[in-house]
């Protein structure tokens, strides 16, 4: 129980009930958990010698999420995926899941249980079991704190700072959706229906882009491939935005980039969006954060090799570029073949 300085007992939600009936619904466990929630700390075993990952992410209401455009089981959804694609990006499985909450005197027992279910969503593919957490009272918003725990085989872990001169550069799926679908969600309602016939988007690219924003899929199965494998020299996953999460890669590795505009994997439906409103869908790809895709430089000698296994494995992967010496610096290459350095974009807090 957290303590609770300077917050007047609510009525709506009772505490223990609640944790119980998250205890129900949640938390079915394996035998690798020794004590789930219910005690002090949750115990489980570990395989010797394995890395264990640990990563947490907090949300703050008006800050991450805004309750007018997403229900509490999106942004539980949303949540869990920021934290798996985290460890996606470490070339890792994910395992335990455990969540802090601040709950508004607005929060209902119902809003918790459409988070959690939400956020086990995104969890069961995975088998990522929930062994505990904290509840607390909020003054303000809501908050969300997620941790995750994961594993690794030793030696196998995938970082930032790999990443040699001469690696090609790759991203998986397309980038840009999520900050199309986000736009979407925070345009005046009418707007689509006095649009000229010509530009409106359809409803499939509307329904897709707002999908990619709420419900992102971490790309697991593509990070333990890459670490398998050993094909990865570096990954980051795009979490703040490509332009941004790039510059962690060369920051991380002591290197440049050549960073091919012209390549970058747009989705139909971010072309279409774009277009509908006039944006350059580039600008969108690079600075769009939550495309919870991975970003990563691949081993010149396993290129081709990792090319026709990721076929072979339906994997989207597309080559956006390549390493250079650091005084390179970071260089997006236009479509027509002229170079600048490439503007800082992303999403950064306190700013
Ligand atoms: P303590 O006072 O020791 O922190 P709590 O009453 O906060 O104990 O928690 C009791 C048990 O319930 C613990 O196992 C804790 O991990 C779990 N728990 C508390 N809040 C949550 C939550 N929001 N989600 C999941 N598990 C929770
Ligand atoms: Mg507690």
Redesign the pocket.
């Known amino acids: 129980?957290?303590s609770k300085v300077g917050t007047k007992t609510r009525s709506t939600i009772h505490?223990?009930d609640?944790?119980q009936t998250?205890?129900r619904r949640h938390s079915r466990l394996t035998s690798s958990v020794i004590r789930?929630?219910?005690?002090?700390?949750?115990v489980v075993t570990s395989e010797a010698g394995q890395w264990s990952l640990l990563t947490t992410d907090l949300l703050a209401e008006g800050v991450h999420f805004d309750l007018r455009t997403a229900t509490m089981a999106d942004i539980g959804f949303r949540a869990a995926a920021a934290n798996l694609s985290d460890i996606a990006a470490m070339g890792g499985r994910p395992q335990y899941l455990?969540?802090?909450?601040a709950i508004p005197r607005t929060g209902t027992k119902h809003h918790?249980l459409q988070l959690?279910g939400g956020m086990m969503a995104a969890c069961r593919p995975h088998h990522v079991q929930?062994?505990?957490?904290?509840?607390s009272a909020s003054d303000g918003g809501w908050f969300i704190s997620v941790t995750l725990v994961g594993m690794v085989p030793p030696r196998k872990a995938l970082f930032r700072s790999g990443a040699r001169i001469g690696d090609p550069l790759y991203v998986t799926g397309t980038v840009g959706d999520a900050l199309a679908g986000l736009m979407l969600l925070n345009e005046p309602p009418h707007r689509e229906k006095n649009r000229p016939r010509t530009t409106a988007l359809s409803a499939r690219h509307r329904q897709f882009l707002i999908g990619r924003h709420l419900r992102p899929t971490a790309r697991l199965a593509e990070g333990q491939w890459l670490s398998t494998h050993r094909f990865a020299t570096s990954t980051i996953d795009i979490s703040d935005g490509l332009s941004g999460d790039l510059r962690h890669i060369c920051e991380e590795s002591h290197v440049g980039v050549d960073l091919d505009l012209g390549a970058l994997p747009l989705s139909p439906a971010c072309r279409a969006y774009a277009a509908s409103r006039q944006l350059d869908p580039v600008a969108l790809a690079l600075t769009g954060g939550e495309d919870y895709e991975l970003l990563f430089t691949l081993s010149p000698r396993h290129q081709a090799q990792a090319e026709r296994a990721a076929k072979l494995r339906r994997f989207r992967m597309t080559c956006i570029g390549t390493i250079r010496p650091a005084r390179n610096g970071i260089q997006a290459i236009g479509p027509d073949g002229t170079r600048r350095p490439l503007p800082i974009t992303s999403y950064e807090h306190f700013k």
Request: charged letters at 15%; zero cysteines.
């Open positions: 129980m957290a505490e223990f609640l944790i998250l205890h789930g929630i219910g005690d002090d700390a949750a455990l969540v802090a909450l918790v959690y929930l062994i505990g957490g904290d509840t």
